[in-house]
């Protein structure tokens, strides 16, 4: 984190003195009220009680799903990192770019802190005087793509996930941003055929959690065909963990 200006983010004990001086603090993970639409809450709520509350891209994608804003507080070490969602807009509003953050390895240890109701206005909107700075909105593929292919989640996420073959939508033709190294190749090859996650994972330079996070970059930036009765469709591997959880 040594390469953000740490003036523009709060630190962990300074967020919860303000967030507990407050009555009327919009917390999904805290419990109080908030001013989400009701669909949205409803799956937030549900990810909640679920294995894994904290799962960055899972709130993402039920944002995107939704096409709904929300504002994110993500632990990100010992800062919080506020990111506002805009998926009608395709834009996100951050203090901080996640390339940034990406440089410094913190993608990988994000956890939800809260989700709640946006405070900023996109770009354009007629309340301008909730809009921030123009430098302060950026293209939300890049957060949605950068936080697939190196945050904390390693498998699929459970609306793609289950028996499946996956291919690249029609007519993208290009992918921003681009893949690098294996991807490239993976996703030309997604361009030609589909498959399944167990078939991308023999793939050279893949394995089951590249492929899962591949696929996972490309559903979230609207690029992937999930097909259930295709013939190449299979169940998705099941984790070595998972596995070995099971055969005792």
Request: glycine share 6%; with cysteine.
């Amino acid at each position: 984190m040594r390469d953000f200006a740490v003036s523009t983010l709060w630190r962990i004990s300074e967020f919860e003195r303000m967030r507990n001086s407050n009555d009327a603090h919009a917390s999904i993970l805290g419990g109080g009220p908030t001013l989400l639409p009701t669909t949205l809450l409803a799956d937030l709520r549900q990810l909640q009680r679920g294995s894994a509350p904290e799962d960055v891209l899972e709130v993402m994608a039920a944002c995107v799903r939704h096409r709904e804003p929300a504002l994110l507080y993500l632990e990100c070490g010992n800062l919080v990192w506020p990111v506002t969602l805009f998926p009608t807009r395709h834009l996100y509003h951050s203090p901080c770019d996640v390339k940034d953050l990406h440089a410094t390895a913190g993608l990988s240890k994000l956890k939800l802190i809260s989700a709640e109701r946006p405070g900023v206005r996109p770009p354009g909107d007629a309340m301008h005087d909730r809009v921030a700075a123009a430098d302060k909105y950026r293209p939300l593929a890049s957060l949605l793509w950068a936080v697939a292919l190196y945050g904390p989640r390693s498998a699929l996420l459970n609306e793609i996930g289950g028996r499946a073959a996956y291919r690249l939508a029609p007519g993208r033709a290009e992918i921003h941003p681009a893949p690098s190294g294996a991807l490239a190749p993976a996703v030309q090859r997604l361009r030609q055929e589909a498959s399944s996650v167990r078939d991308m994972a023999r793939w050279p330079g893949l394995s089951v959690e590249r492929a899962s996070r591949l696929l996972n970059a490309l559903y979230l930036t609207d690029a992937l065909m999930v097909t259930r009765s295709h013939p190449a469709a299979r169940n998705e591997p099941v984790p070595w963990r998972t596995f070995l959880k099971l055969r005792r």
